[in-house]
């Protein structure tokens, strides 16, 4: 294993707290190369010998070769801050140095239509990571051909309506420019598709190892500790030949193919915690087989380390390995007909059939007579059936015992001891306060009616543009006793050994979160610092400091308190899973938004939202208002979707999921129910989903066709057996990070 520091480039050199956030920390799991290996000792031993030194590297091959991957191996082993940038074909000079802006006053921004004023608001506030096109689509959730047109109409519109005013521009530099003055090592994926000349040429000239480039407002020179790693992919559609000028400047060229057959088989156990070797082995080769079966009948797809992962998590999950091996490789590959047949003879011819059906047999004998100790905390739940089908967990998380564990699964093991338990006792279950309402101060009791007062007016500003405009709403924020925290120690005790379990395996991917400090003295930001501007240099913004590749995640659950939440204990199977999502993202320091709904309490109160949670105002006795989650009246889903993935939206956390706990249809009076319902919800759905939130529906009641089509097969989970609710939930929240 290389150690950190073997090949740092530049031992005297100071990075800023913000930079020592960008050099890719290797996990656990990660296995040195060769590659890695005979790259770090060409840059290091030529790095220091003038016209001799490596700096652009390029790294060609199939997806999931692990070109991004070496690339951040690299930036640990030199210690170098890592970003990237990705190029698209309408890539233009200003996607590569920057763009000049006009800078729109805020009078004249209010004047604008609502998806203009988003799109400029969403500019000024980039951090840097994407160019304008790409702020574009994610705004307008529309294509790069689009978003290039869209934006000289932006610009054209700013500059014809300026009231007679003097226009202001303001130059925003790209991260390829930011990367390149500073001495980071930058990763250009896919240059290849740019079918502009002119851009290709400004990429080359910064790739000179004495190079420059001029900029609007200045000229500035390669920092002598700039990598640039190409990584690009053979043959994909929408590729061409790499420029040959721009391969001319490359030093180091890596051919990337599939890794070994046993770094294949430790990657996917570190990946999704399967541990069977003898069926990984097997697995491996058929990918192994199918790859080079494609290259040898020139069939474009790849089976490549994506479609392991894949295949293998499918198969730990319980899938048939046969029927999954179509959904999750070979369809992946071709779905043509006599190209599948090609592929299929080569897996007969080989054995690789067989050997995949013995395999199958074998671990489902396995798993029946599994003989890892079950945990059995659930008190007075019936658990008989508890994950009888999932022996093997999913990314990594099992309900059983594992080797490494202590003997006592509720215990976090030593290597997580920098796990915090805000309001969490020695043994995990949260620690009782007596509740004293009394003693809280006037002060607090001002901040608490300051909180829920700006919840409803956010709330009712998001609604005032929706066909929910007309409604009645008000948002509560339950108050608990000591009744509820009586009621919620005595519910925790089953359940938190398991969520300890579960974040337990969670916690070594949560090493490097995000910050959010701000850094001051920059060309472009969210916080426009007034005390820069007598400096005259154009540093006056402040911006959030970029976060790693770690997982960023954010979780809203909302709960549907409808009227029928009281049948069939739906309602306490949902109150057992919202505490042990709370509980498990405290663990794991996850910002947590926990709503429940339900309408038609009054004629003046058509719509009542319970912020028991919120990441803005976050509170350890949370965890006892979750107790006064009840079965009121009707539900207006939309409604409480569109509150709730707003809340989310605006969220600097890289992954939003918003999960819907509900046992029944849309049905609110006067007439929302139906198809008008449905329409609202789906459009809901399709709205958020462009502003990056992803949406899951656990169904718990008797309407679950219903709610499947409403969401979408891909967002639907059944939940048949409401005693394992909790943990499933908890695990599939675990697999977004």
Not at 168 to 185: H, T
Not at 229 to 250: C, F, M
Not at 303 to 312: L, Q, T, V
Not at 607 to 617: E, G, L, N, Q, T
Request: negative net charge; glycine residues 4%.
């Amino acid at each position: 294993m290389i150690e950190y520091g073997e090949y740092h480039l530049s031992p005297d050199r100071q990075l800023t707290d913000a930079e020592k956030k960008l050099v890719w920390k290797k996990p656990s799991t990660h296995r040195v190369s060769e590659a890695e290996r005979r790259i770090s000792n060409e840059i290091k031993r030529n790095w220091n010998r003038g016209e001799m030194k490596i700096a652009n590297i390029l790294l060609e091959g199939d997806a999931g070769s692990g070109k991004t991957q070496l690339a951040k191996a690299l930036s640990a082993n030199f210690g170098l801050p890592y970003t990237k940038v990705t190029c698209f074909a309408d890539m233009d000079k200003s996607d590569i140095i920057g763009a000049i802006l006009p800078v729109i006053s805020s009078e004249r921004l209010a004047k604008m239509e609502a998806a203009e004023q988003a799109v400029w608001k969403a500019i000024y506030e980039s951090d840097g990571f994407q160019s304008i096109t790409e702020i574009l689509m994610d705004v307008l959730g529309i294509t790069q051909d689009e978003a290039a047109i869209k934006m000289k109409q932006l610009l054209k519109r700013a500059a014809e309506n300026t009231d007679g005013e003097a226009v202001e521009y303001r130059f925003y530099p790209s991260e390829i420019v930011r990367a390149y003055q500073k001495g980071y090592l930058l990763e250009i994926q896919e240059p290849n598709v740019i079918r502009d000349a002119a851009v290709l040429l400004a990429l080359n000239s910064a790739l000179e190892l004495d190079g420059s480039i001029n900029l609007p407002t200045e000229i500035i020179h390669r920092h002598p500790d700039f990598i640039a790693v190409i990584t690009t992919n053979r043959s994909y559609a929408g590729t061409r030949p790499l420029n040959e000028a721009l391969r001319d400047r490359v030093q180091h060229t890596e051919k990337m193919d599939l890794p070994t057959k046993p770094i294949m088989i430790e990657r996917v156990m570190a990946k999704t915690g399967f541990q069977d070797e003898k069926v990984l082995g097997i697995l491996a080769d058929i990918i192994l087989m199918l790859d080079n079966t494609a290259r040898a009948n020139a069939i474009k797809g790849v089976a490549g380390m994506r479609s392991f992962f894949y295949w293998a998590d499918a198969i730990a999950a319980g899938a048939s390995a046969i029927e999954s091996l179509y959904h999750k490789v070979i369809y992946k590959i071709t779905t043509d007909s006599e190209e599948i047949k090609l592929l299929e003879e080569a897996l007969e011819n080989h054995g690789l059939f067989a050997s995949l059906e013995e395999a199958t047999v074998e671990l489902k004998k396995k798993r029946k007579s599994d003989d890892a100790i079950e945990i059995r905390t659930w008190g007075d739940m019936d658990d008989t059936d508890f994950d009888k089908d999932n022996a093997v967990a999913e990314q990594g998380i099992a309900l059983k015992q594992s080797a490494d564990s202590d003997s006592s699964s509720s215990l976090v093991s030593d290597d997580s001891t920098h796990m915090e338990r805000s309001g969490l006792g020695e043994d995990g279950s949260p620690r009782y306060h007596q509740a004293k309402p009394e003693a809280i101060s006037e002060e607090a009791k001002q901040k608490e009616r300051d909180f829920r007062k700006k919840l409803n007016q956010d709330a009712r500003e998001v609604i005032s543009n929706s066909i929910h405009k007309k409604v009645k709403l008000i948002v509560h924020r339950p108050d608990y006793d000591q009744e509820d925290q009586q009621e919620y120690l005595r519910l925790s005790k089953g359940l938190m050994p398991i969520v300890q379990e579960i974040a337990r395996k969670t916690l070594p991917y949560l090493e490097h979160e995000v910050s959010s400090d701000f850094a001051r003295n920059r060309y472009y930001g969210s916080k426009f610092q007034a005390d820069s501007v007598a400096y005259r240099d154009y540093k006056y913004f402040a911006k959030k400091r970029p976060p790693t590749e770690s997982p960023s995640l954010v979780v809203g659950l909302r709960v549907d308190e409808s009227a029928s939440m009281s049948a069939y204990g739906r309602l306490e199977a949902a109150k057992r899973a919202v505490m042990a999502v709370y509980e498990y993202c405290q663990l794991c320091h996850i910002p947590i938004l926990i709503y429940g709904d339900t309408a038609d309490v009054s004629k003046l109160e058509q719509m009542s939202i319970f912020a028991y949670a919120d990441f803005d105002k976050m509170d350890a006795n949370d965890r006892f208002r979750l107790m006064k989650i009840r079965a009121r009246s009707n539900n207006r889903d939309g409604m409480a979707l569109r509150i709730i993935a707003e809340r989310l939206a605006v969220s600097p956390q890289k992954t939003k999921l918003l999960i819907s706990i509900s046992d029944g249809q849309p049905k609110a009076m006067d007439d929302y129910t139906g198809s008008y319902a449905v329409t609202d919800m789906q459009q809901t759905i399709r709205e958020y989903e462009r502003k990056g939130i992803a949406f899951l529906a656990a169904a718990i009641g008797q309407d679950k066709d219903v709610i499947s089509e409403i969401y979408g097969s891909e967002r639907f989970l059944d939940i048949t057996n409401l005693h394992e609710f909790p943990a499933k939930l908890v695990r599939i929240i675990a697999r977004y990070l």
